[in-house]
Each structure stands twice: as C-alpha cells, then as structure tokens.
C-alpha cells in the first residue's frame, strides 16, 4: 500500500491541477465585471509607458495592482493602438459611451476593447493557477500529501475563489499571492535545521509579500503579520538571545527582499520612489476613510457603510459548504485540545490570519465581499485538516478503535467527496461563479435579501437578447453600468446618468443598482411602478439580475 500512494497522490494532483486550470481558462469571454475595462486601459497605458521608457507613466492607479497591470500588458495582443486611442480618449474607460463620433463607431471600439479585455484575464488565469501549484508543493512540504491534496481539491472548485481569479482585476491576483507569502514563511520556520531550505523559503515569501503589496495596498497587512508569526515562533520555540536575534534577521530579510521586489518590478518606483509611494498612500488612506460612492447593501438595507458584521456574514456565504463544515469541525479538534499534534500551532497561525485580515479591512467604511478573498485560501487549509479529523473519527467508530492521527488512510475518500461536491456545485453555475452563495445559508434567495449581489453577471445575457433583435445596431439602450454592456452590445449604450429621456429604445436596471435605490426616479417609473411590465428578465439561480423596459412600454406614473 506505500508502494502505491505516491502513484495516486501523483495522479490524484495532477487532475486536479488539469481542472483548475481548465476552469479558470474556460469561457472567458462570458460577461465583464465592474471595472475590468479600466484595468484593460491601465494595462494598455502601462506597456506604452515601458515601450517609451517613461518609467513615472507606468504609475497607473494607486491601488496600485502592478502584478495586474504587467500580466495585461503581457497577455493583451500588441495590435492595440486603436484601443489605447479608446482608453484616452473615455479617461481609461470611464467615460466609454463618449469614445467615437457615431454610435457605430463607439459599439465597435467598446467590442474592441472587450476583446482584449477577454485576452488579458489568460495572464490572470493563469498567473492564479501557478500559485495554487505553488500552494500545493508547500501544504505538501509542510504537512505531507494527503492534506496537499485535500486542500488543493478545496481551493480547485473553490466557487468563489474560481470567479474572481478568472477577471483582470486586482482580488484573485492578491489572494493568490498572499497566501504563497504566508505559507512561504510558514515553512521557513519548520525547515530551520536547512539553512538552504530556510533561507529559500524566506526568500520565496518576502518577494510573494512585495508582489502582493505591488497589487493592493491592504497587503501591507502582511508586514505585522510576518512580525506576529515570526514573534510566536520565538515563544514556542521557548526565546532565548539567539533566538529572538534570529527572527529578527529573518524579519528583516523579508521586509529587505519585500522592498526590492516593490522597487525593482514597478519603473514608477525608479523614477520618483518617494511621490510614488506617497501617492499609493494618499489613495489608500482616502479608500480607508471613504465608503464607495455607490452606497452599499447590507441585511436588507441600501446604506454605505455595513459595519463590523458584514464580513463575518459575507463570509460564511461565500464559504462552501464542505469548507464551512471542515472549519466546525477543525475549531471543535482545536478546542478539544488533548494532545500536542503538530497542526495546532500552523491552523492558529492561519486561522489568525484569517481573522486579523477581516478585522484590518472591516476598518474601512468601503466594503465588498470580494476584499475578504485572501483569508480563503488560509480558511481551506483550516477545513482541510477539519474535515480528515472528521473522517478519521466516523472510521474509528466504524472499526471500533480510536483513530490516528495520520491522515494519509482517510484522504482518498474525502477528496473523492469533495470532489464530486464541488463539482456538482461548479457545473450548476458555470461560467456565472459569482451567482454561487453557500446553501447551507439560504443560497442565492437569502443572499438577495441580505448581501449587494451582482458585479456584472448576467448583463451579457441582457445584451445577447437585444442583439437578436433585427434593428439591433440602431438601438438605444440605457443602462446604469455602461463598462459591463457595451462591448457585448451591437447598438448604442448610454449611461444612466445622463438619461435622455425622449432619446431611447430600452432602459435595463440591475440588481446591485436596485439594490441601492439609484436612479430613483427611474425606479419610480419603471421596476417599482406595477403599471410598467419588463420585455425580458434575465435570472440567474432564482434571483432576477437584469431587467429589460421597452420605452414604449412605459407607463406613466
């Protein structure tokens, strides 16, 4: 039988690993979520700031998603000047219903721009299927094979982790690359009696920890936290002047290779590092203090800011099920507390991370459930262990002896539980992942009344029934996110917010949008009012997402 397992841990990983990658490749061009198109632009405007060596020009935004900006410009064909003309002249996007001087011309520099768009999510995709290989080689390292690849089944049908590591935007790539720093660094302290391996693995965080920051700002958390692991460490390991000197070299050979990372992968950083960082610091000190300008929706009320609850809550809908269930079971194995396995100082360390990460982003007014990814990846590992404990238990039981603690007997059957669970789930909502919400919570109909659903999805399918139509290039339409349903649209899209009210053919409201009461008077007219009947609904696992009024449909108040 140990003859074997390596052959099936082997096989098992390697399908696994086929899987993920073929979901993240897969349909790509399906929808486009809130400001993908801009990162589209700024991955544009980047690669023309490295081709003319204006090193400040590759600043782009301050958040300040580098990684995001150099994976777009690899992936993003070169035949791109018509589409950076589009990004300049629509302010990166912003203002794409103003690109072009005939509603023609503007439907076929909008469709262009998607299609590099839909290019550019190849870098993201797989970009995010190297990490989860990397996070696999260093669960196996740290904990053996059977966790490693009960994990990496987790994190593969992962429905939430799937979706947003399939866009080009910043949350997949940041999750993706906090959670190698964090293992990383995690290893490091298991593999002290190799100073090679040691030294590698520290070295191997502190640059995933400098990407991560290059990403997004709040991966700054991972500084703290590399002081808090390495400092509990120290008292495990029962401090001493050697040890304590120790952990204060390894911190600062993090935070060195950090910083060279920061410098030495965006130019903006060679040309000014000072205004550079100050400007990244400006932008993240204003998210913190500012709720999003489109309000929020939050237990069945539009507002700005949800407080503190909201991501536990969001949380636990966006969990799987067989997560949510391995993270019971791992927290009761913790509480228990009757022996000393090996586990127990790793799943504290990752279950901290977890919850100091929500309890640093839960300080900032402006919150959506997508900044809560980078805990998910640390919260698999945790159900991981929950769940081989869990099976270890029943098999006891079954066989009338107390069950060990090794997991290599009881990951097989696990993993083939999670997978066809995972599955099941995955293929109910291809290619719209973002619709998934954990049923052991009420699903998507409970997710409706209590979280801000909708980023996008399902606007494709508003766009795709209007283009059926014989007229559908010279169709008007208004639509409240014109970034999301332009390029999939042939005819006109103009913006909500400036509503021609005597200029129009269709008016299509979206379910975040309603959610949030804008554009109230235009609710007042059409959604709200009973008198007003919607050509077409797009609905996507029970929640309706998209409706579409024919102007002369229209029923006055």
């Known amino acids: ?30 929808f486009i979520v809130g400001d993908e198109l801009r990162w589209t632009c700024r991955s544009l405007g980047f690669r023309d700031a490295l081709k003319r060596g204006d090193w ?32 300049r002249a629509s302010e990166d996007a912003a203002k794409l219903q103003t690109a072009g001087a005939t509603p023609a011309e503007r ?124 400092g509990t460490d120290v008292l495990r390991r029962r401090a001493g002047r050697e040890t304590i000197l120790q952990a204060a070299r390894d911190l600062a050979i993090w935070c060195l290779v950090a910083g060279v990372v920061c410098i030495g992968l965006w130019p903006a950083m060679w040309h000014d590092p000072v205004d550079t960082a100050a400007k990244v610091q400006d932008v993240a000190l204003l998210e913190a203090m500012q709720a999003h300008s489109g309000g929020n929706f939050f237990l069945g009320q539009p507002l700005y800011d949800p407080g503190w609850r909201f991501y536990p809550v969001a949380g636990l809908f966006r969990l799987s099920p067989l997560v949510l269930i391995g993270l019971i079971c791992a927290l009761l194995w913790l509480a228990k507390g009757n022996d000393r396995h090996a586990h127990r100082f790793d799943l504290t360390i990752l279950l901290l991370y977890g919850a100091l990460f929500g309890v640093s982003i839960s300080m900032a007014p402006k919150k959506f459930d997508r900044y809560l990814l980078p805990a998910f990846p640390a919260l698999d590992i945790v159900a991981a262990v929950g769940l081989l404990k869990m099976a270890e238990a029943v ?68 766009a795709a029934y209007l283009n059926a139509k014989r007229d559908a290039g010279q169709l008007q339409v208004i639509v409240p996110t014109v970034t999301e349903f332009a390029p999939l649209f042939s005819g006109e899209t103009r913006s909500m917010r ?60």
Request: aromatic share 10%; proline share 4%.
């Open 498 to 557: 400036e509503y021609p009210a005597l200029q129009s053919d269709y008016v299509i409201f979206y379910v975040s949008h309603a959610q949030r009461h804008r554009y109230l008077d235009l609710l007042d007219r059409y959604l709200w009012n009973p008198r007003a009947q919607a050509e077409h609904v797009v609905t996507l696992h029970g929640i309706d997402y998209a409706w579409i009024y024919a102007k002369t449909e229209h029923v006055q108040d």
């Open 1 to 30: 039988m140990t003859s074997r397992m390596p052959r099936l841990e082997t096989v098992t990983a390697c399908v696994l690993l086929a899987l993920a990658l073929a979901l993240r490749l897969a349909s790509l061009d399906a």
């Open 395 to 462: 098999r006891g039981r079954m066989v009338g002896e107390r069950p060990r603690g090794h997991a290599r007997p009881t990951w097989v059957p696990v993993c083939l539980v999670v997978f066809v669970v995972g599955v099941a789930l995955l293929l109910s909502h291809y290619p719209y992942y973002l619709t998934y919400y954990n049923p052991l919570m009420g699903g998507s109909r409970q997710a409706r009344k209590t979280l801000l659903v909708g980023w996008g999805e399902g606007l494709d399918r508003a």
């Open 107 to 230: 439907a076929r520099l909008a469709a262009e721009l998607g299609r590099m768009l839909f290019r550019g999510r190849v870098g993201v995709a797989l970009y995010t299927w190297l990490c989860i290989s990397a996070m696999y080689l260093l669960i196996r390292m740290l904990w053996g094979p059977g966790l490693a690849v009960l994990t990496l089944a987790l994190v593969t049908l992962d429905p939430f982790y799937l979706a947003l590591s399939r866009f080009l935007h910043v949350d997949g790539v940041l999750a993706s690359t906090m959670a190698c720093s964090v293992l990383s660094l995690l290893g490091s302290t298991h593999r002290r009696e190799s100073a090679v391996l040691h030294r590698g693995l520290l070295l191997l965080s502190g640059a995933a920890g400098g990407l991560a920051i290059l990403e997004k700002s709040p991966a700054i958390f991972l500084v703290p936290f590399a002081f808090l692991l390495l």
């Open 56 to 87: 400040a020009g590759t600043y782009r935004t301050g958040h300040p998603g580098v990684v995001t900006t150099w994976l777009g410009a690899v992936f993003i064909p070169h035949n791109d000047d018509q589409a950076q003309a589009t990004c």
